[in-house]
């Protein structure tokens, strides 16, 4: 295994271009299988989570071909079913949505219950109540989800609880059911528009994405097309934040504001400066910065993704801060990590109190999950003296050329075969 040494204390500068959404890819990627067609994916990020799911779609007869680090062209035409194992999708979360994908096309499908990082319970019931709706029979068995269907018939579909997911699964299944469906209480998060804009340049017919109501008329037949993925607004975020924390001014390009401002609005509360130019964040820091109070939310809301490197950003800032993590329970495990670098900081339940540090050292650390990877690098470049974090292929899993672009901005980092 690999793991990423940082020599902290470096103010990062320059520019840093942001890659496409992983959040997105990782169900666009899956919903190429409605088309049966030729797909052409454009501004992928160059991370694990694209390359497995190309390797899925793969093994399930799709022609898949690389174009460059950032292009995949998709030929799901010769896929007659779908059936992943455990060994498929154990790598990561988002195999699931081969279920909604092929439900919708083939009216069957089979896929092991799915992976990815341990960050607290994520149940599947909203995808499972959703697919039932639409007519589908849903069993469980030995850790396979089989789901399979004569006919899938629009319906109206309440989510008990608000779920990216579940929200993009029945998107997936709905847009070739007969008649229309309606999902109230949808996710909202940018990825859902992404994805409803790409089905509907396939030929669906998706309203309302982006709002806690979507209406799904369903449609025959798919077709391919040419889609490039929108910015990834986690990787900015998480550049934004190692910005603040190294006291640093850089230049953030290829973002889209709009979905930054939950973020922009806690770090301008902090006393950084950002100051934005069509699709670009120009953010200018100095420490210490004022410590603020967090609290994760369904987006518009602070987005968990970014809780774990704000968090490494509270450890030394002036006063008391407090995040509360009301989305996934387990995402407070990067909090001991912390600690061994100097961080004083209280954990009860899903809150953790923060009361600011004049520094944190360097440490031998382990990366849980993608986001306390994040988290992880973020403290590594604030403290003092040498941070080695292991378990990088976590990282790995979100992170366009973390490495290089950090390098770039002036950090040192070096990546070392463990």
Known sequence: MDKLIIEGGQRLQGNVRVSGFKNAAVALIPATVLAGDICVLDNLPEISDVKVLGNILRSLGAIVTEIGSNKLEINTASMKQCYADYEVAKELRASYYLLGASLGRFKKAKVAYPGGCSIGSRPIDQHIKGFEALGATVTVEHGIITVEAERLIGTEIYLD??????????????????????????????????????????????????????????????????????????????????????????????????????????????????????????????????????????????????QQPMSSLLTMAKGTGMVTETIFEGRLKHVDELKRMGANIKVEGHVAVFQGVARLSGAKVSASDLRAGAALVVAGLMAEGKTEIENVQYIDRGYDRLQEKLQLLGANVTRVLE
């Open 161 to 306: 609880v608000v779920s990216v997911g579940a929200t993009i699964n029945i998107m997936l299944a709905a847009v070739m059911a007969e008649g229309t469906t309606t999902i109230e209480n949808a996710a909202k998060e940018p990825h859902i528009v992404d994805v409803a804009n790409f089905l509907n340049c396939m030929g669906a017919k998706v309203r309302g994405a982006g709002t806690d109501v979507i209406k799904i008329k369903g449609v025959e037949k798919l077709n391919g097309c040419q889609y490039s993925v929108i910015p990834d607004q986690i990787e900015a975020g998480t550049y934004m934040i190692a910005t603040a924390a190294t006291g640093g001014d850089v230049t953030i390009e290829n973002v889209i504001p709009k979905h930054l401002e939950a973020i922009t609005a806690k770090l301008k509360e902090m006393g950084v400066d950002i100051v934005e130019n069509g699709d670009s964040l120009h953010v200018v820091a100095s420490r210490p910065l004022k410590s603020v109070n967090v609290k994760t939310l369904v987006y518009p809301g602070f987005p968990t993704d970014l």
